[in-house]
């Protein structure tokens, strides 16, 4: 893998990745310097970038505040198109949410975060406003908590030690050790049960995602407001058809 000290490593476009990441959060039309504050590039640097975005149509202007066109979602769309199983998941989860009347979601790990890329709100209002895209915490959903889990123990090493595991509310779990007798929990029964921890009106419980190889590629949820399930009524209400739509998603996969 190429690092920014490698002769393969291209300065120019790993700060033309910067400048759109910093187009994509808070206000959606940003200035010239907004944008080289948000980057800490040189804003000679940031309105070159901005005009070769300009130019290729990832990006407009109305002369002084610059934004990102319709045309940046190829970016993300080209990334949901490359997983083997997300146009699979859909439907399953569909069928999940119809089913469960709660929230059903899918997520990936992205170093210390999860990464919804399929979310099928009820029509319940939860806490917080979460969509493709959303990123969290792994160490205070259950999603997270999953994927934390079917991590190889090298790996796994490496993330309790680097992990900056902060408290969302009073009860997240914050110390590695404590996760990691958590996450071994999680292995032994297949599931993983987080009630507010990332929020104290949200719980949720999840399952993995596997492929071919039985490697948890992804992670599948239900998450509801707190006091609605406690742990044993949400296991009997809902893990069977979780278990059941990582199977259909992981049966839909090629190879």
């Not at 990745?17 to 959606?28: D, H, K, Q, Y």
């Not at 940046?72 to 769309?77: D, M, S, V």
């Not at 297949?190 to 990332?198: I, K, R």
């Amino acid at each position: 893998m190429a690092t920014p000290e490698s002769e393969d490593f291209v300065r120019a476009f790993a700060r033309g990745l910067e400048v759109i990441e910093a187009m994509g959060a808070g206000a959606p039309r940003k200035t010239i310097a907004q944008i080289a504050e948000a980057t800490k590039l040189p804003r000679s640097v940031v309105r070159r970038l901005l005009m070769t975005l300009c130019a290729q149509r990832y990006a407009q202007s109305d002369g002084r505040l610059f934004a990102l066109t319709p045309r940046a979602l190829k970016l993300g769309l080209s990334y949901l198109d490359s997983l083997p199983f997300w146009r699979y998941a859909q439907p399953a989860l569909e069928d999940l949410r119809s089913g469960a009347q709660e929230s059903c979601s899918m997520a990936v790990l992205d170093g210390e975060e999860i990464v919804y890329v399929l979310r099928i709100p009820s029509r319940r209002i939860l806490a917080m406003n979460l969509s493709v895209g959303s990123r969290l915490p792994a160490h205070v959903v259950s999603l997270g908590r999953v994927l934390l889990a079917h991590l190889d123990k090298q790996a796994l090493r490496r993330y309790l030690e680097v992990a900056e595991l902060e408290p969302r509310t009073p009860r997240s779990i914050t110390k590695p050790g404590a996760l990691k007798g958590a996450l071994e929990i999680v292995q032994r029964q297949g599931y993983a049960w987080v009630d507010g921890e990332l929020d104290p009106a949200i719980c949720g419980i999840a399952v993995p995602v596997r492929d071919a190889a039985s490697a948890a590629v992804a992670a599948i949820s239900v998450s509801f407001t707190s006091g609605t399930y406690d742990e044993a009524a949400a296991k009997r209400k809902f893990l069977v058809p979780l278990r059941q739509a990582a199977e259909r998603i992981r049966s839909a996969m090629p190879g």
